[in-house]
């Protein structure tokens, strides 16, 4: 008997462990990387900082012109339009990740 023979039934028998370790174990389901919860706190601070910028942008410009109202206003307007435009893009970013992630599996399913 030399190595050759003892080499090969253990190659063999590794194999058959793994076919059976994979046969045991279940599938994984594809899940979405982001919950619910988390899509919505990253949309609310997106829209938060839009604001927060565009105010705090707002009344430096007022402080350093000395009209108290007028730049805090306008700027925390386009504050408020560019987070609320910020968290359209990542909704539209997070929806097109979810159809390519369906399209996926549906392609899988059919070509399995």
């Known amino acids: 008997m030399g190595e050759g023979d003892v080499e090969n039934p253990l190659k063999s ?18 899940q979405n990387k982001f919950s619910a919860a988390e899509v919505g706190w990253r949309m609310i601070i997106e829209l938060t900082a ?16 000395g009209t108290k109202p007028v730049f805090i206003l306008i700027l925390t ?5 560019a987070g609320v435009k910020t968290m359209m893009r990542s909704a539209r970013d997070l929806q ?7 399209y996926s599996t549906e392609k899988d399913d059919i070509d399995g």
């Open 13 to 30: 028998l590794e194999k058959k462990i793994e076919a059976a370790k994979k046969e045991v174990e279940p599938e994984q389901p594809v």
């Open 50 to 65: 839009g604001v927060f910028i565009g105010f705090g942008l707002g009344y430096g410009l007022d402080f350093l012109f």
């Open 77 to 81: 307007l386009f504050g408020f339009a």
């Open 96 to 102: 097109d990740k979810e159809l390519a992630a369906q």
